[in-house]
């Protein structure tokens, strides 16, 4: 497929992604023109650790987690890649070998971003080196609070940041919100640096207090307000949840 049908594929999908928004329509037809598309099934692994890009992805439908493995074997999962949202650009700019690897957590639509047609955007337009910029220091700055939650907020604290994080208000009801699970349990836990045992022992005590109502992986929010006292209360001050089942 030569550039041109690849800028009429890639161009659409480019437009509608946040992390590409208001940049010149020249400067989209022209990295639209280097993009691949990708059709990964779940489980795939799209990249191993230690692997080199020649780009950076942006997932279009599906899910993608973002992991390392320990010596021993056991899995963190330090991000969950969703619809609109692009990954591997540190490693494609600096050149260097993949820090993490990438498995599709569902079947998932990839679409590959040529790092050559990136670069000679950014010579040609400067609103596109901001928006790579921005993008680069958005990562950081979400990897820092990731850090800072593992490092100083308790268990409980986590797991409602997450929900906060993920729950999409009614717009008839402000304080109520709902959201599912982008994953399954286990690999959320992972993604808090919390064990599945103790990441379904904190939804249980925060559903028998009744701040949140959890059916499998769809968990509605009665009140934000009151979630979010939760999440930025002082740690001393948080009772421990009493040892029970996880809700299903």
């Not at 208001?22 to 023109?33: C, D, N």
């Not at 992991?67 to 021993?72: D, F």
Request: aromatic content about 4%; proline content about 7%; glycine content about 6%.
């Amino acid at each position: 497929m030569n550039s041109v049908d690849l800028e009429k594929t890639s161009l659409p999908l480019l437009e509608t992604a946040r992390e590409f928004q208001g940049l010149p329509r020249e400067a989209l037809r022209w990295i639209a023109g280097g993009c691949h598309a990708r059709t990964v099934p779940r489980d795939q692994l799209i990249y191993d650790k230690g692997q080199t890009l020649s780009g950076f992805y942006m997932v279009v439908s599906g899910r993608v987690k973002l992991a390392v493995l320990s010596p021993g074997g056991a899995e963190r999962v330090l991000d969950i890649v969703l619809p609109g949202q692009t990954f591997a650009e540190s490693a494609a700019f600096l050149g260097r070998p993949c820090p993490l690897s990438a498995q599709a957590l569902t079947d998932s639509q990839l679409l590959f971003v040529d790092l050559s047609r990136v670069r000679r955007a950014i010579e040609r337009w400067p609103e596109v080196a901001f928006r790579m910029l921005t993008l680069l220091a958005e990562r950081s700055q979400r990897l820092t609070a990731d850090l800072e939650a593992c490092c100083l907020q308790s268990a409980a604290q986590r797991v409602a940041g997450l929900l906060l994080r993920e729950a999409a208000s009614d717009p008839a009801l402000p304080d109520c919100a709902e959201l599912t699970l982008p994953a399954s349990k286990a690999v959320m836990a992972s993604s808090l640096n919390l064990s599945p045992e103790t990441f379904s022992r904190e939804l249980h005590a925060l559903a028998r207090k009744g701040l949140i109502e959890v059916k499998r992986r769809v968990i509605r929010i009665p009140s934000l307000r009151t979630l979010r006292s939760l999440a930025t209360m002082d740690p001393r001050r948080i009772q421990r949840p009493e040892p029970g089942g996880a809700p299903s």
